[in-house]
Structures are given as structure tokens and as C-alpha cells.
């Protein structure tokens, strides 16, 4: 693993992202790309289909090179469990957000080849947790570049407030929100490209996005999103889900 040289929280308190090379060992990325193939072409029995979303795009195609995201790995195979309990993404996770470490929630974009964009948008925005302080832990598990859509971010907007996301956007026949160009400053967007098995943290106010997949090979990035265990739950009507404590301790009337 290559720690850069500042302190990650003073560079991720800063700009609201920072990236860690190599965190992943060959084996341990071997694994997860295996697992996110029988995931992806349904021979992982016991994992829910309904989890499963398609790209929109790449009609008539089934199988590993239509899907577009996976949803809740970890929360069902414990290959992905595994990952968001990796104690080396823990020990970062601790540094940057505390030690009482619950998980939120798990995603793998799975951007194949034709893959579409994801526009801007700030995670706490889906999130009805507080505070808004979320950490999204993105994994390469193939080298993520401009050219295959890896992670575009705005630096420090994680600093600002949650933005209206009233921009519709359309992902296949379903609709999506987005943020509206005049509410950033797109000139100062940085590409995060990343090698495979290397890590980027997000905080979840940050504005980010991901581009569009032009090559002929897949960019799968394994999202997991941690929380500390001393956020609360905030939805108005739905019950709180149970989140599984990674590290450190539980408490009373928190999430
Ligand atoms: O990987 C992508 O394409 C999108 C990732 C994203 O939006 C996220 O991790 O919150």
C-alpha cells in the first residue's frame, strides 16, 4: 500500500477525496473480480437478481457485459463482506471518520464497454442519514481512466451544502436526478484515475461523477459506503434498516 505524502485526513478534510495506491493485494483483487463475475452472470445462487441493474444501452445482450451496477454486495456474500471489513480500508476509514464504523451500504458500478455516464451528483443527497458526513471507499478492480470512465470530482465541494438535485436525467426507461450546471464550477474537476486494486475515499458531500465507458474492456469500481456509528436515521416514514457495526462500538438512538 503507498500512503501519499500528506496526512489523508488533511488532504481529505481539504478536498473532500483522497486516493491510496495498491491497497488491495493481488489475491485479494483476483477474488473479488472472480465473485463479481458469478455475481454478474447469475451463477451466485443464493444472491438476489433484484439487485441486479442492467445498462440501459447494450440491448439485446445479457450476462456480465449488460449489467450496470450491483447492488448491496456485501450485504449479501460475504466475499464483499470480507472487502468492507478489510482491515487495512479500515484503519484508513478510522482515520478519516472516527473509530465507530457502520456500514451503509455497498454498490459495484460495473461500467463494461459501452457503458453509460453518471452525471454529477452528491451521495448524501439518496442518503437519510446525519450528519451528511458519509465515506464512500471506491476500489478499482481494473484501472480506472478518463477513457473508461473512472471518477471525476469537484474539490472541496463537500465543504458546501447538499444541492437541489432537480435536474432530471434519464437512465433507460427510468428517471434519475441530477445537479444543475450552475450550481459548481466544472473548470476545476479533477479526474481520479486510479490503478486496479488502488482506492479512492469520497466524502459523500462531494460532487462526483463518472463518464462514459469508451473502450472495449470493463471498468468495475466496488463501492462501500461507511458511516460512524453515532449517525442518526432520518427518513420521515420508512423503518431503519439494520446496519451491520464494522469497528468500534454501538449507541443507544443512533443508526
Ligand atoms: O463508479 C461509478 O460509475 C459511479 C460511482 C459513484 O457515483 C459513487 O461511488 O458514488
Known sequence: MTIPDLPLKTTYDRDGFVTVADVLTVKELHRLRQRIGEVARGEAIAFPVSQIEFEPTIAGQTGEAAVRKINQCAEHDD?????????????IVESLIGPDIKLYGSQCFMKPPGGIEKPYHQDSAYFTIEPSDLLTCWTALDDATVANGCLHVIPGSHRGVILDHDEPWQVGDRMDMQVRLDQYDASIEVAVELTAGSVSFHHSRLLHRSGANQTGNARRGLAVHYMSAKSRWTHPTKPKPHYVLLRGQDYADCV
Not at 466475499?79 to 484503519?91: E, G, K, P, Q, T
Open 79 to 91: 466475499v464483499f463482506m470480507a472487502h468492507a471489513a478489510n482491515s487495512r480500508i479500515l484503519d
